[in-house]
T-cell receptor, first 110, second 115 residues
Framework: KNEVEQSPQNLTAQEGEFITINCSYSVGISALHWLQQHPGGGIVSLFMLSSGKKKHGRLIATINIQEKHSSLHITASHPRDSAVYICAVRFRFGNEKLTFGTGTRLTIIP | NAGVTQTPKFRILKIGQSMTLQCAQDMNHNYMYWYRQDPGMGLKLIYYSVGAGITDKGEVPNGYNVSRSTTEDFPLRLELAAPSQTSVYFC??????????????FGSGTRLTVV
């Protein structure tokens, strides 16, 4: 079964802390996406990756294809980073459809 | 560019009523999708389309219908609304050549309550 699991489900941290959110998946993928959703808001794509590492500002996404695992890191976290972070994968034989994790709710306290 | 535009943003329906959620994209994306998001659950695919005139069922299609008469528009029709359809609905689009997908763009969502 094609599955995506995220951890933790909820994460509360102090401003300035280094944040890590994890995502694991069950079978081979074509690509993995990290998405951000602010409360009551739409969904914004942060990263799409199929290997290695990508960085955008204070956000870093890594993927280990052999271990079927990806991490999203936030350096120097800020209250405006508070949001739900969603991992989604396009499985290799899943056409163009995404399978989503249940999300990680991140709260950064000033 | 507007990206993916969804309307309405909020709607309250009575049981048994019908409505259409509108979705339009201006990026010439070939793929379009409808997802629903329920509390504590990952987004679930309702229907998707690989191009104008072609649609297919996702994981949770019951109670919904779609059409794709143009590349730009992908409306979602709810017939005989039920409380189980209370959810947040997201439309998304992507461009794929078959060998490579260039990423997904999501709309801002429609929060639907059926009472």
């Amino acid at each position: 079964k094609n599955e995506v699991e995220q951890s933790p489900q909820n994460l509360t941290a102090q401003e300035g802390e280094f944040i890590t959110i994890n995502c694991s998946y069950s079978v081979g993928i074509s690509a993995l996406h990290w998405l951000q959703q602010h409360p009551g808001g739409g969904i914004v794509s942060l990263f799409m990756l199929s290997s290695g590492k990508k960085k955008h500002g204070r956000l870093i996404a890594t993927i280990n294809i052999q271990e079927k695992h990806s991490s999203l890191h936030i350096t120097a976290s800020h209250p405006r980073d508070s949001a739900v972070y969603i991992c989604a994968v396009r499985f290799r034989f899943g056409n163009e459809k995404l399978t989503f994790g249940t999300g990680t709710r991140l709260t950064i306290i000033p | 560019n507007a990206g993916v535009t969804q309307t309405p943003k909020f709607r309250i329906l009575k049981i048994g009523q019908s409505m259409t959620l509108q979705c339009a994209q201006d990026m010439n994306h070939n793929y379009m999708y409808w997802y629903r998001q329920d509390p504590g659950m990952g987004l679930k695919l309702i229907y998707y389309s690989v191009g104008a005139g072609i649609t297919d069922k996702g994981e949770v299609p019951n109670g919904y219908n779609v059409s794709r008469s143009t590349t730009e528009d992908f409306p979602l029709r709810l017939e005989l609304a039920a409380p189980s359809q209370t959810s947040v609905y997201f439309c998304a689009s992507s461009y794929s050549t078959g060998e490579y997908n260039y990423g997904y763009t999501f709309g801002s969502g429609t929060r639907l309550t059926v009472v």
